[in-house]
């Protein structure tokens, strides 16, 4: 890239793989492979700039029994998160994917019917991250009329 700030033309790429087994001396619950790709490309057109990034992943684990249920366990900071400001906008962060909702017993009231009522305030969300993840951004920039060099205009496009 030209510039690793305000980059207008070039492009990146790179791969990270990450692991964890009991061959290295991890624990029996964080046993894990994780592969994350990533790449950019910035193109001039014009004085504008067409900016198009793409991030995929998947991780790994293997399947354990608990109390005779088995399931993959992955821990919570190897897990894939998108959403916010510099991923997917639109979402807030990390909620873009397996939410969990949250709420104190105290705040749950009888309706009519019977039926449990809560008030959204009291509503608390949890990320809990999932095992894939595809994101992809388009952006088109154009130099603002006024102060071209220190602002730009934005339109894009984001997908997760």
Do not use: C
């Amino acid at each position: 890239m030209n510039n690793p700030v305000d980059p207008a033309r070039g492009s990146s790429v790179s791969l990270d793989v990450a692991h964890s087994s009991r061959l290295i001396g991890s624990s029996p619950f964080s046993q894990f492979t994780r592969f994350i790709g990533e790449g950019s490309i910035y193109r001039p057109v014009g004085g504008s700039v067409l900016a198009l990034h793409a991030r995929g992943g998947i991780v790994f684990a293997p399947r354990l029994v608990l109390n005779g249920g088995a399931s993959n366990f992955v821990p919570p900071e190897q897990r894939f998160y998108a959403g916010g400001p510099n991923d997917v906008r639109g979402f807030r962060r990390n909620e873009l994917g397996p939410l969990v909702y949250v709420v104190n017993e105290a705040d749950v009231t009888e309706g009519p019917g019977g039926v449990a009522e809560v008030q959204e305030e009291d509503v608390r969300i949890a990320a809990t991250g999932g095992n894939t993840l595809v994101v992809a951004n388009a952006e088109f920039r154009v130099p603002s009329p006024v102060f071209s060099s220190q602002v730009r205009f934005a339109a894009f496009v984001d997908g997760g």
